[in-house]
């Protein structure tokens, strides 16, 4: 399994940031996948989003109606889509494979909102 997260940034509060995930090694498009994140010197990783393999989509309530999750199996690549950002979604931000916690994590692509 390879997860390459890409996209990461500064971003000023309220504006919006696009974060890329390459796949591979794995089915892909049957796979349910996930981001994930982490705030800096926080050793606590929380889920923000997921999409399975028809689709379907679910979020974390911090990030609900801001952020949106989509995949395109052709590219064996996942995004997160997000908007309206604030100083607390400033973390750094994993691409994952299965629900929640578990699962494989990529390395992680850093998202700093500030202004």
């Known amino acids: 399994v390879q997860l390459v997260e890409s996209g990461g940034g500064l971003v000023q509060p309220g504006g919006s940031l696009r974060l890329s995930c390459t796949a591979s090694?794995?089915?892909?498009?049957?796979?349910?996948m996930s981001w994930g994140r982490q705030v800096p010197g926080n050793d606590q990783r929380e889920w923000v989003a997921g999409i399975n393999g028809a689709s379907r989509t679910d979020y974390a309530a911090s990030v609900a109606g801001r952020f949106t999750i989509s995949k395109d199996n052709a590219k064996n690549t996942m995004y997160l889509e997000m908007s309206r950002l604030t100083v607390e979604d400033t973390a750094t931000y994993y691409c994952?494979?299965?629900?929640?916690?578990?699962?494989?994590w990529g390395q992680g692509t850093q998202v700093t909102v500030s202004s």
């Open positions: 994952k494979t299965g629900s929640g916690l578990s699962g494989n």
């Open positions: 090694g794995f089915p892909f498009s049957t796979y349910y």
